[in-house]
């Protein structure tokens, strides 16, 4: 079960178009920045939700393409990714986690990339 929208990404095809989009989160919408590199910022909301911008240069997430990726946040990340990869849906790579958070993106049925993200159970 889907719990709330908790990620949002985004790529720029310039550096201008970089440089406008991060004031916009900044300047105009008030995020906070937590991580900030030559070609990439990451903002995050009041609610705990994040914003990933991503410019010219940066080629970890150039399989995001030109549309935005939203990171779903589900109940129990496991048996969703599951569930999903039982029916078919096509994953990109293999599950990312650190500590008790897992995420992995996804093509969708319209050809876009998105993303699920949870908590798992920790090694025992």
């Known amino acids: 079960m889907i719990q709330r929208l908790g990620f949002l990404g985004v790529r720029t095809p310039s550096q201008a178009a ?3 989009t991060v004031a916009l989160y900044r300047d105009l919408l008030g995020a906070e920045a937590f991580v900030e590199e030559p070609a990439a910022v990451w903002f995050r909301a009041s609610d705990g939700s994040q914003v990933h911008v991503y410019g010219p240069g940066e080629d970890d997430h150039a399989f995001f393409g030109a ?3 939203v990171g779903l946040v589900v109940d129990d990340f496991d048996a969703t990714r599951s569930a999903m990869a039982a ?3 096509a994953f990109i790579g ?8 897992a995420w992995n993106h996804y093509v969708g049925p319209d050809g876009n990339v998105y ?3 949870g908590r798992v ?3 025992a």
């Open 87 to 89: 029916a078919g849906i």
């Open 115 to 117: 993303e699920i993200m």
């Open 121 to 123: 159970a920790g090694d």
């Open 94 to 101: 293999e599950p990312q986690r650190a500590g008790d958070a």
């Open 18 to 20: 970089f440089e406008a």
């Open 67 to 69: 549309a935005p990726v």
